[in-house]
Structure formats: structure tokens, C-alpha cells
């Protein structure tokens, strides 16, 4: 026995934690849900369809506008390229050596570096990227 005369008593505590990831829990809760509402569980899997397919609409037309975004970019860098080597070829040519020569290269370098900063920032994650890391839907 203790000192103070109080008998010691073994306690046990135990804490059980369900987690699940995704709209749609696991069965037995679905079938819970069912018991209180009867078309819970219906309605709970038509939402889950439903936001996947809209998480899908959302995915794809975001991967349709980096396409666009990509090909207006290389044909707005090429363009501007071609305009760049035809003004300084015409410079050289009207005796301008080293204007034309710089139109050219100070060109390309801006051109060279954006295409840097654009391919350093591709893999960024978007903001809805962000977003989902957040509520951990990724």
C-alpha cells in the first residue's frame, strides 16, 4: 500500500480513432447513415460521382489551357525571334554591323531567358495544386 492509505488501482485507457479518406466512407458507416436517412448512402455515392466527375471536367480543361498556353507562347517566341534575325540581317546589311549584331543576340537572350523563368516556374504547383495539397485531396 502506498503512503496515505489509499490502495492503488490499475486504470486502462483506450481511444480508438476511425479516420477514411475520400467522399465515401467506409461500409459499415455508410450503412449507418442508411439506418438514420434511408437514401443516405444513395445520395452520399451520387455526390461522390458527381464531384469526381466534375474534378475531371475541372483537370482537363485546365490541361487544355497549358496546351494553348504552351503553343502561343513557342509561336509568340518564334515570331518574335524571326522578326528580330530579319531587322538585324537588314541592319548589317545597310552597313550597321554592330546594331544589327545586337538586335540579334540581345534578342535571343531575352527570348532564351524567359523560356528559362517559364520552365522553372512549370513546376510550380498551380494555386488549385496548392488547394487540394491543403485539404489533402492529393
Known amino acids: 500500500m502506498p503512503t ?26 455508410l450503412a449507418r447513415y442508411g439506418e438514420i ?29 497549358e496546351s494553348i498556353q504552351r503553343v502561343g507562347s513557342f509561336l509568340a517566341s518564334t515570331g518574335i525571334a524571326l522578326y528580330a534575325i530579319t531587322a538585324g540581317r ?15 543576340i540581345g534578342t535571343l537572350v531575352v527570348l532564351f531567358g524567359a523560356l528559362r523563368a517559364a520552365a522553372a516556374t512549370r513546376n510550380t504547383p498551380t494555386r488549385q ?5 491543403v485539404r489533402g485531396d492529393v
Open 4 to 29: 496515505g492509505g489509499n490502495p492503488t488501482h490499475g486504470v486502462t485507457v483506450t481511444k480508438e480513432e476511425i479516420l477514411y479518406s475520400g467522399p465515401i466512407p467506409d461500409p459499415e458507416t
Open 37 to 65: 436517412v434511408p437514401s443516405a448512402p444513395e445520395r452520399i455515392l451520387t455526390m461522390a460521382e458527381k464531384f469526381a466527375d466534375h474534378r475531371i471536367r475541372v483537370e482537363n480543361r485546365a490541361s487544355w489551357t
Open 90 to 104: 537588314q541592319l548589317i546589311e545597310q552597313g550597321h554591323d554592330a546594331k544589327g549584331l545586337a538586335t540579334i
Open 129 to 133: 495544386q496548392r488547394r487540394a495539397q
